[in-house]
């Protein structure tokens, strides 16, 4: 596997499933991301995690739960959720965290597409 | 209120022709603007830039920004079908002690043979 890799790449779950989406990166970088893509919306930076420490929460609901064990993983735990959280979830990573530079390229997965019913 | 603005949102043209995709953004301490290209899924890094006036260049890709007018252009010219795609602009920018990343609505491109 290389470049950021995202399981699953479709889901659909109830209001009241609890489900989470995987990331991984085999790019060996320092940060990665969480955002959403809603038709007709621009891209939304959800969570920014720096060396597995969270360094920013754009005002995401708390149905919405990131974790990351290492530098290479990052989950987001989902429960219920409401039907206008469907959207594509885009992970994506780069070498350095925004905190240390912000011009930095980042490189993104192929997202997960979440129907939620 | 959007911080960054795309136009046009769609575009259709005929292979061979070059068009110019539009991102003006109104943030304050400005890093950097950043193009991507969006196909079916993950978007693609295309350019990156930071300085006024320094036109960056990919094959028949191209890019350049203006720090003092807010915006920045990419334009492609003799297009094929394969660069049908999202084109995305995204601006980082320093708010509140914090970085803050974000994304124009996109700019749908389609080139027909």
């Known amino acids: 596997e290389t470049g950021v890799t995202q399981t699953p790449r479709h889901l659909v779950m109830g209001m009241t499933n609890k489900k989470s989406l995987k990331c991984e990166q085999h790019?060996?970088?320092?940060?990665m991301y969480w955002y959403k893509q809603s038709a007709k919306k621009p891209l939304e930076l959800m969570f920014v995690?720096?060396?597995?420490?969270?360094?920013e929460n754009n005002s995401v609901p708390s149905r919405f739960s990131p974790e990351c064990p290492n530098s290479s993983h990052l989950f987001l735990h989902l429960h219920t959720l409401q039907p206008e959280d469907s959207a594509l979830y885009l992970c994506?990573?780069?070498?350095?965290?925004?905190?240390?530079?912000?011009?930095?390229?980042?490189?993104f997965g192929p997202g997960t597409r979440l129907t939620v019913l | 209120e959007d911080k960054v603005v795309q136009s046009p949102l769609s575009l259709v043209v005929h292979e061979g022709d070059t068009v110019t995709l539009n991102c003006s953004y109104e943030?304050?301490?400005?890093?950097?603007l950043l193009w991507y290209k969006q196909e079916k899924k993950a978007p693609t890094f295309l350019f990156m830039l930071?300085?006024?006036?320094i036109e960056k260049k990919s094959g028949r890709l191209s890019s350049i920004l203006d720090k003092k007018e807010l915006f920045s252009i990419l334009n492609i010219t003799a297009t094929q079908t394969g660069d049908s795609a999202v084109y995305l602009c995204?601006?980082?920018?320093?708010?509140?002690?914090?970085?803050?990343?974000?994304f124009g609505k996109g700019t749908k491109l389609s080139v027909i043979p």
């Open positions: 994506a990573s780069s070498q350095e965290p925004p905190s240390l530079s912000p011009y930095n390229e980042q490189f």
């Open positions: 995690y720096n060396f597995k420490e969270q360094t």
């Open positions: 790019l060996g970088h320092n940060a």
């Open positions: 943030v304050t301490n400005f890093r950097s």
């Open positions: 930071t300085s006024s006036g």
């Open positions: 995204a601006v980082t920018f320093s708010g509140a002690g914090s970085y803050q990343l974000t």
